[in-house]
């Protein structure tokens, strides 16, 4: 019987992207063939799958470089025009018979360095232009198919990644989200395979703002365009799966061609852990455990600390842009909490959830900027319950679901997301109360886990 093989596609530093590793260890595990396409990152690959570096500064097939990397290093730091002159003595310099002649006789030199000048680099400058021009003007009429397929294929990196695995001879093609789909289409025509999408965002209000300017900028240029990939090629896939119920009924509403469509949450792998059992002379540890970006609530956590007895503590852990990270210790530094806050660096995916045990309540409060968060079941959701802690989450439907069908913390209301609020609710919660909220925890990972979850994607792949 052949060995069915599998490429993922996913435009993240795939060995730190907890999704992706779930799903290629599940085909793995199952005896398939798995090849990951993505970003490499910081975290260590994994030698049972083959791996294709996306990245273009990393692969030579991407970028076309047919000069050694010191050359281009030297070549690229100087200026226009002396990089070409550099090639050209270069060239010079290697070439059997011109190597001889003098730089001052060498007609060659000359002749490179006109051609590569006025001849090369203003015929590619044209047509670099003109397809920005072509881009700006489809922004205006996205909706005409060949318009936002030339949009897309006009984004220079997506016909470098088709070219980079137009060969690879796949029985399936799992691809994540709306922006590797057109790819994941040409790879399946052109190899007779099938592919199927993950979901993981509401890529059409993804993108929403609180500044009415900046949304109505979202709306004219982008959401159409998005709206229309979508259309296509959702519809064009042999099956989609979400992350959440929420997100599921919003792609059924829209797009009601789609063939399969399934729920498939980023619940993690089983991990047995006993809760850490608070007594009244405890300190109370908070966590936030992720990327350490705007948008994901940080401000509010470490604002929270101001409001909470010195009995409370949180840490802060994962990894952003070190200008970010300034910003917040500057923040927790202008409160004076440097005792109460401290930010630690991420760890390893399979050390997450062993962490997280460490700590009795986690957070997860999200600001309400459009139906994205409100259908939001993120990873780190279904890993502080693993880890058997309490939960703080915002008052969301999916997320409300599981916390009060199985007791397992606070629930945040829009109006109470202000961290005097906050901080008050959770002040009311006791320490008996905690322990309860952290024992439920440890009793539902049982069954909220991936070899659980996993189980239905198999099912949906093999059907």
Excluded at 146 to 161: M, S, V
Excluded at 276 to 293: Q, T
Aim: charged content about 25%; some cysteine; hydrophobic content about 35%.
């Amino acid at each position: 019987m052949k060995t069915k093989s599998v490429l993922i596609i996913s435009l993240t530093p795939v060995f730190s992207e907890p999704r992706v590793l779930r799903q290629a260890n599940l085909f793995y595990q199952n005896g398939m063939n798995v090849i990951i396409a993505g970003y490499e990152g910081k975290d260590k690959k994994i030698n049972h799958y083959k791996f294709i570096d996306l990245n273009p500064k990393s692969n030579l097939a991407i970028n076309d470089i047919k000069s050694s990397a010191s050359e281009n290093n030297i070549s690229s730091k100087l200026p226009f025009p002396f990089d070409n002159i550099y090639k050209a003595f270069k060239y010079k310099k290697e070439h059997k018979f011109l190597k001889y002649l003098p730089n001052f006789l060498d007609p060659f030199i000359f002749l490179k360095f006109f051609y590569d000048n006025f001849f090369l680099r203003p015929i590619g400058r044209l047509k670099y232009e003109r397809k920005r021009l072509r881009t700006f003007i489809l922004i205006f009429f996205s909706d005409h198919k060949k318009n936002y397929l030339n949009r897309y294929w006009d984004e220079n990196r997506y016909g470098k990644i088709y070219d980079l695995l137009k060969d690879i001879k796949v029985d399936f093609i799992f691809t994540h989200d709306y922006f590797t789909t057109p790819i994941a289409y040409k790879l399946a025509k052109k190899n007779n395979s099938k592919y199927f999408v993950d979901v993981h965002e509401h890529a059409l209000s993804q993108k929403n703002s609180t500044d009415f300017f900046s949304n109505l900028k979202i709306k004219i240029f982008q959401n159409s365009y998005i709206k229309n990939i979508e259309n296509e090629f959702y519809t064009k896939s042999n099956g989609i799966s979400t992350v959440s119920d929420g997100l599921n009924l919003l792609l059924r509403d829209q797009y009601p061609k789609i063939k399969n469509l399934i729920t498939v949450r980023s619940t993690p792998f089983y991990e047995k852990h006993e809760p850490k059992i608070l007594n009244s002379e405890s300190r109370i540890e908070m966590l936030y455990h992720g990327i350490l970006a705007p948008g994901r609530g940080l401000e509010t956590y470490i604002k929270i600390m101001n409001f909470l007895p010195e009995k409370y503590y949180l840490k802060i852990r994962g990894s952003g842009p070190s200008d970010y990270i300034n910003s917040l210790n500057q923040l927790i530094n202008s409160f004076n909490l440097s005792k109460k806050i401290k930010i630690v660096e991420p760890v390893d995916f399979n050390k997450i959830v062993f962490e997280a045990n460490k700590s009795d309540i986690g957070l997860l409060i999200m600001k309400n900027t459009g139906k994205q968060k409100t259908i939001n079941l993120s990873n780190k959701f279904f890993e502080y319950i693993m880890s058997g802690t309490m939960l703080c989450v915002s008052n969301y439907p999916d997320m409300a679901k599981i916390v009060n069908e199985n007791s397992l913390g606070l629930l945040i209301d829009d109006d109470q997301n202000d961290p005097k609020k906050i901080a008050e609710l959770i002040l009311k919660i006791s320490y008996e109360k905690i322990n309860l909220f952290k024992t439920n925890s440890i009793k539902t990972a049982k069954i909220l886990s991936w070899e659980n979850e996993s189980k239905k994607l198999l099912k949906f792949i093999n059907n």
